[in-house]
């Protein structure tokens, strides 16, 4: 039987995509610096969201007039397995489970760390709207979810963490639609510009993937990654500026390495032109 319930445990969560309301954040601490929800907010909220995918700290819905993602933190990621705090399994194997526990507090602390930064210095090139950390009662409002097997959930906005963010289009496609190569210079020297409004804010990502975490809204470019943003290491100061930016264009850069035309040398000399005198 054993097999079998495995195999039916596999199966389930494959048909869930691993979602379930339990393994949703839900900040314990009161926020005691709630951001206020604009109407802009509350409006995205008053419709259903469906779910799209599962990544790497969060559950993704995507709103049914197809214009917010909403990022509802995980449990899981952010928190230690039961075992590793009590029962046989901790008696077992206690290093690992200490080290499993301090692992997993230092993956809350950055991606806490990551999402506040986004909202507080990089909020208009992140496509951020609205970031719940902590419980509140200002919102005043549920949020109905269409889970993977596309039934309605109701659930209550101001006991969970999540994100709310304009839904972009994704740049790669973006990016392969444009018809000359004078328009794909210039989208490079707008991405740079965005390397070093997040170097002069002693902030980085090294996750500036084109093909995942990269999108264009408005015909601007942006990175929907939150979870991925850090102070500088080593501070801002120690190294020139050029070589923050060029270490977070990296993955950007191999990609223009496929794509040809120069591309690459292009976002290299932008990046060296604006970098030029700041350090």
Not at 115 to 125: G, Q
Not at 217 to 246: T, Y
């Amino acid at each position: 039987l054993c097999p079998i319930g495995l195999g039916l445990g596999d199966l389930c969560r494959k048909v869930t995509k691993g979602f379930a309301v339990s393994k949703l954040e839900t900040p314990h601490l009161e926020d005691s610096h709630p951001i206020s929800a604009t109407p802009e907010t509350l409006h995205a909220l008053k419709q259903p969201f469906r779910f799209y995918k599962k990544a790497t700290s969060c559950y993704v819905f995507v709103s049914s007039d197809q214009r917010y993602v909403l990022k509802l933190l995980r449990s899981s990621d952010l928190h230690p397995p039961a075992w590793t705090r009590y029962g046989l399994f901790r008696a077992l194997k206690p290093k690992k489970a200490q080290s499993l526990i301090e692992k997993k507090a230092l993956r809350k602390k950055h991606a806490l760390e990551s999402y506040s930064l986004a909202m507080e210095d990089l909020r208009e090139v992140t496509g951020l709207i609205h970031l719940h950390l902590g419980h509140t009662n200002h919102l005043k409002t549920s949020i109905e979810l269409i889970d993977p097997l596309g039934s309605p959930i109701q659930v209550d906005a101001d006991t969970l963490a999540f994100a709310l963010q304009k839904k972009t289009e994704p740049f790669t496609s973006y990016f392969d639609s444009l018809k000359s190569l004078e328009e794909k210079k210039k989208l490079l020297t707008e991405f740079a510009s965005l390397l070093l409004i997040r170097a002069q804010k002693g902030l980085r990502d090294e996750d500036l993937n084109p093909k995942h975490n990269l999108g264009i809204l408005d015909g601007k470019i942006v990175c929907f990654d939150l979870d991925g943003i850090r102070p500088m290491q080593p501070p801002r100061g120690s190294i020139p500026i050029q070589k923050h930016m060029m270490r977070d264009a990296l993955k950007m850069l191999l990609y223009l390495d496929q794509q040809g035309g120069g591309l690459s040398k292009h976002l290299e000399l932008e990046i060296y032109r604006l970098s030029l005198g700041l350090d």
